[in-house]
């Protein structure tokens, strides 16, 4: 059976077509491009901005809220853990994205990862590390959850009305605005995000050096709130390069950096250092990948070997340097001085 021909379009027809078809079904309106994009694109980027960017005063974004309060449901606060996938699978009635953002979101806020200074997930399995950017977490399957004992704290009061409640997204649900918590998860655990041109990084601080800043604050409005809490607090630990007037300075804007050095111990014995805590904001490949890069350079001859040795007892990285080395480039050095 012969082919039909394909009809030949040209762009003038085809432009005069869709010109007719617009025009019956949708007059044209003559509009500015900004009264537009303030019209219909800021209303959509202050909602991912609020979704996505920025913590409610409760601590938490949608997702973590919808998850928690999923296994508050769940009787998963003092009762026995749960396949993670059991928990994904319920979450997604009031959170409407795919099963692994969901798992991500789980991810982050358990005890196994490490990223938050006060977990609110009880886990059992291998959910990764915060400071491992190439060990990946198992499959929901194979983990366990609950949540932990602070999470009491979090909930107190959310049988009693102590918060508005919403229809979920096919309404055939309920779920909080707010968390009726009285844990100070905003300030005490890390949070990251990113919107449409916003985006936030909130440190985590000491939960004491918190409650003793907040009764300060209570006795006295003015009360200098950096004697009391001087320095953000990490789960991954590091020492702070600390400078005052520069911590100073982030308090009253809110903005700022700051460094974090690693923690470290020098065995002479055995020609050893030992890397036992690192910054925050890297990983041990990002940081073995460098010291790698110096070594080849010439910029760090003394290094002969560098491995992870982290286990179960925590991190830590192993750097062997070449004694002898160290001696000839001493000498080399005195005898060039004398």
Known sequence: MARKKKEDINSDSLKARLTDSTAKDMPAIDQPITEMLEINYMPYAMSVIVSRAIP???????SHRKLLYTMYKMGLLGGNRTKSANVVGQTMKLNPHGDQAIYDTMVRLTRGNGSLLHPFVDSKGNFGKQYSRDMQCAAPRYTEVRLEKICEEIFKGIDKDAVDMVDNYDGT?????????????VLVNANQGIAVGMASNICSFNLAEVCAATEAYMRDPFADLLEIMPAPDFSGGGKILYDKNQMKAIYDTGKGTFSVRAKYQVDKAKNLI????????????????????????????EIADIRDETDLDGLKITIDYDKALQIYKARRYFLMQF
Do not use: C
């Open 274 to 301: 030992e890397i036992t805590e690192i910054p925050y904001s890297t990983s041990v490949e990002a940081i073995i990948d460098n010291i790698a890069d110096l070594v080849k350079s010439g910029k760090a001859k």
């Open 56 to 62: 409610e005063i409760d601590g938490f974004k949608p």
């Open 173 to 185: 649900l309920k779920e909080p605005t707010l968390l009726p918590t009285t844990f100070p998860a």
